[in-house]
């Protein structure tokens, strides 16, 4: 798939994403996120270099911080191009903006944005999900226990809400699974030549 196609299907997907008038306050809620590899890379072609969500994530566990690359004086600097889990932000059930941000239309159902994450993440993959994967998708976001599941993890690992909370718990799942979270790069030293 050429990248003006593989553009123009993430487009068409983030506008059935409404938005919700964001007041720019939000940026203590920007995390570690996961995205298609061409949105990456059209972040990158603004300049922009935004670690795979892993190594994000180990700088969260190591140093209790993380900062969005893409921030500049409290804005996303890609705010257009932004992944679709940031499109997501405040605008579905399970990501409500904390600072009221609503979209006029209402929030989507989190089986609707996570099928629009799900689609997005396939954007260019030889072998994009099926309807009956997106079906079963659904179904499982119409059960109200699963829901309220996703709600409330979400609610209660934002890394900018609790960041030892969230550290732990990524560091747990990772261990529950035998996975290792991969160290933040060390410091080079410089290294003295004999002679």
């Not at 720019?24 to 809620?29: A, E, F, H, K, P």
């Not at 309807?131 to 599941?149: H, I, M, V, W, Y």
């Amino acid at each position: 798939m050429k990248r003006s196609d593989m553009d123009a299907a993430l487009d068409e997907l983030y506008a059935k994403v409404p938005q919700p008038g964001c007041k720019g306050l939000c940026v203590d809620s920007c995390g570690p996120v996961g995205m298609n590899p061409r949105e990456h890379q059209r972040i990158r072609e603004r300049g922009v270099k935004i670690p795979h969500h892993r190594d994000a994530l180990a700088q969260l566990i190591e140093t209790g911080d993380y900062s969005c690359p893409a921030l500049a004086d409290g804005q996303c600097s890609v705010y257009d191009i932004r992944p679709m889990s940031c499109h997501l932000w405040g605008a579905v059930e399970s990501m409500p903006c904390p600072y009221g941000c609503r979209p006029e239309e209402g929030l989507l159902s989190d089986a609707e944005g996570h099928t629009l994450l799900a689609r997005s993440l396939d954007v260019g993959k030889p072998d994009p999900l099926n309807a009956e994967q997106l079906g079963r998708l659904k179904q499982r976001f119409d059960d109200p226990k699963f829901r309220r599941t996703v709600r409330e993890y979400v609610q209660e690992n934002r890394p900018a809400a609790n960041p030892e909370q969230a550290v732990q718990h990524w560091a747990g799942k990772a261990a529950q699974y035998g996975i290792g979270l991969p160290a933040a790069p060390k410091a080079k030293r410089s290294c003295r030549r004999r002679g």
